[in-house]
């Protein structure tokens, strides 16, 4: 299994420096993040793409995934961007959420699935496949809301990325053994990302002081051993997508922890028989 960094919180540091934290972590490489103020943005994509991947491979890394801001309805208009990603090496790519608030809650189910058709179609004619995240506050949030949506679409084309840390932060918990049951060959990714629940003084306006908060998966609620072990079970084998949303403001305190996050989830693939 591979595991690959989500850099959201290293904005600051060179396609240089991001490798070599990729390699120092134990990572196989960074995903590509196209969006404006990172190393691979939209509007400049056909000169930095090729480069940044190249970069990667130079540092013995790959870039296999992309997390990109392609709407799922935009993406017939898009053969030259999913081309390029196809010469790059990419296959899978992030699609663009689908905000709850963009519709009446009624017509999101129906809308999702005539996107993820199209999302499909597109995806196919580049041999690629477009990732649809389970993400709390977009649609879908969870694994029952996305299956009707894909449930007769090619998985080659077409997949999902699971999200237990936005699934306990946010919204969207559904069982681990029911989501991977339910998804099986459509599971493309997994966010490696974890959240706590704590208590602490009741805020003046009301409520009783809980609060979501990610956190390393060293610290957080999720069951790794038990989601791999599930992944085994089903002939599961996908890319892990680290991120780490946690001391955004503290490098030093944030590299420590992904460092030993990143450790422990390896030890779980391993057990798991996934490494």
Request: glycine share 8%; with cysteine; aromatic share 10%.
């Given at each position: 299994?591979?595991?690959?960094?989500?850099?959201?919180?290293?904005?600051?540091?060179?396609?240089?420096?991001?490798?070599?934290?990729?390699?120092t972590?134990?990572?196989?490489?960074?995903?590509?993040?196209?969006?404006?103020?990172?190393?691979?943005?939209?509007?400049?994509?056909?000169?930095?793409?090729?480069?940044?991947?190249?970069?990667?491979?130079?540092?013995?890394?790959?870039?296999?995934?992309?997390d990109?801001?392609?709407?799922?309805?935009?993406?017939?208009?898009?053969?030259?961007?999913?081309?390029?990603?196809?010469?790059?090496?990419?296959?899978?790519?992030r699609?663009?959420?689908?905000?709850?608030?963009?519709?009446?809650?009624?017509?999101l189910?129906?809308?999702?699935?005539?996107?993820?058709?199209?999302?499909?179609?597109?995806?196919?004619?580049?041999?690629?496949?477009?990732?649809?995240?389970?993400?709390?506050?977009?649609?879908?949030?969870?694994?029952?809301?996305?299956?009707?949506?894909?449930?007769?679409?090619d998985?080659?084309y077409?997949?999902?990325k699971?999200?237990?840390?936005n699934?306990?932060?946010?919204?969207?918990?559904?069982?681990?053994?029911?989501?991977?049951?339910?998804?099986?060959?459509?599971?493309?990714?997994?966010?490696?990302?974890?959240?706590?629940?704590?208590?602490?003084?009741?805020?003046?306006?009301?409520?009783?002081?809980?609060?979501?908060?990610?956190?390393?998966?060293?610290?957080?609620?999720?069951?790794?051993?038990?989601l791999?072990?599930?992944?085994?079970?089903?002939?599961?084998?996908?890319?892990?997508?680290?991120?780490?949303f946690?001391?955004?403001?503290?490098?030093?305190?944030r590299?420590?922890?992904?460092?030993?996050?990143?450790?422990?989830?390896?030890?779980?693939?391993?057990?798991?028989?996934?490494?």
């Amino acid at each position: 299994m591979k595991n690959y960094l989500f850099a959201k919180f290293y904005q600051s540091l060179t396609a240089e420096e991001l490798m070599t934290l990729c390699r120092t972590m134990g990572l196989d490489g960074p995903t590509a993040m196209i969006r404006e103020g990172y190393w691979t943005p939209e509007d400049k994509l056909e000169a930095t793409l090729p480069a940044f991947v190249k970069l990667a491979e130079a540092h013995g890394l790959t870039v296999a995934y992309a997390d990109t801001p392609f709407a799922m309805g935009r993406l017939p208009e898009m053969d030259k961007e999913l081309s390029l990603l196809a010469e790059c090496g990419i296959r899978l790519f992030r699609v663009q959420y689908l905000p709850k608030s963009a519709l009446p809650a009624r017509e999101l189910a129906g809308a999702l699935a005539r996107l993820a058709e199209t999302a499909a179609k597109a995806a196919e004619k580049h041999g690629l496949r477009a990732v649809i995240q389970l993400h709390g506050f977009m649609y879908p949030h969870n694994a029952t809301a996305v299956w009707p949506a894909i449930c007769s679409l090619d998985p080659r084309y077409i997949g999902v990325k699971l999200d237990p840390g936005n699934n306990l932060c946010q919204e969207g918990y559904e069982d681990w053994g029911y989501q991977v049951a339910l998804l099986g060959e459509y599971i493309a990714a997994v966010g490696e990302k974890d959240a706590a629940l704590t208590r602490g003084s009741a805020a003046p306006t009301g409520g009783k002081g809980w609060r979501r908060q990610f956190v390393p998966a060293t610290e957080g609620i999720a069951d790794y051993d038990a989601l791999f072990t599930l992944f085994k079970a089903a002939g599961v084998n996908v890319p892990g997508i680290v991120m780490p949303f946690y001391d955004e403001n503290n490098t030093d305190a944030r590299n420590a922890k992904l460092r030993e996050e990143v450790a422990y989830l390896k030890r779980c693939q391993q057990a798991a028989g996934l490494a």
